[in-house]
């Protein structure tokens, strides 16, 4: 399974950006597909998971500004990014769970100058 993200930039506070990740080679369903992030000297936290079913879960610094959704026919999953601050800046990561493993696209740089 091969996970390919794309979408991350530079953009100004108050901005908004939308990743994409798009899914190749998998051979069973996901069950959750999510994004995280890592800045610099941090460890890498959840962002934002949608499960098969379509629930949605968010950490609390984004809650009301990310939305996460998924398109099944296409194998992708997107993270729109609203109102965005200069604490997002950090590596994007799309991550996939499946009954086959854990599987990490290779990221994509968010910057947010003040």
């Known amino acids: 399974v091969q996970l390919q993200a794309s979408g991350g930039g530079t953009v100004q506070a108050g901005g908004s950006l939308r990743l994409s990740c798009a899914v190749s080679g998998r051979i069973s369903p996901a069950y959750v597909m999510a994004w995280y992030r890592q800045s610099p000297g941090n460890v890498r936290e959840l962002v934002a998971r949608?499960?098969?079913?379509?629930?949605?879960t968010y950490a609390d610094s984004v809650k009301g500004r990310f939305s996460i959704s998924r398109n099944k026919s296409k194998n992708t999953v997107h993270l729109q990014m609203n109102s965005l601050k200069p604490d997002d800046t950090a590596i994007y990561y799309c991550?996939?769970?499946?009954?086959?493993?854990?599987?990490w696209g290779q990221g994509t740089q968010v910057t947010v100058s003040s």
């Open positions: 991550n996939e769970a499946s009954r086959t493993g854990e599987y």
């Open positions: 949608i499960t098969a079913g379509g629930s949605t």
